[in-house]
Each structure stands twice: as C-alpha cells, then as structure tokens.
C-alpha cells in the first residue's frame, strides 16, 4: 500500500516500541526502548517520546 508512511507497534507489557517507516520503496526498522527516546513522523511533522505514548500506562 503506497499511502502507508508508518507501521507503529507498541508493547502493553514493557516500553517497547517497533517502527516502521517507509523511505522510498522501503521500509526501514527503527526499534525504541527508552521513556527518553523521541519517535520522528516527518510526514506528520510531530514528534513523540515514548513518555507521552505511555503515559498512564505503565
């Protein structure tokens, strides 16, 4: 599917947190662990830390 930018799977049992992000043709494989660790959606011009994704969650 030419339209899907990004594939996000977030764990409910840790902080973990896949991406997949297309460039171009591809899609490249970005793995988060961190509450620290800022996520970039450049096709959305946000960013999101991995606190804000779990935020009341773990």
Not at 15 to 31: C, M, P
């Amino acid at each position: 599917m030419p339209s899907v930018q990004y594939y996000l799977l977030i764990s409910q049992e840790e902080t973990a947190v896949k991406l997949y992000r297309r460039n171009g043709n591809i899609f490249e494989y970005l793995f988060f662990t961190e509450k620290t660790d800022m996520i970039d959606f450049p096709f959305f011009e946000t960013k999101l830390t991995l606190e804000y994704i779990y935020k009341n969650i773990l």
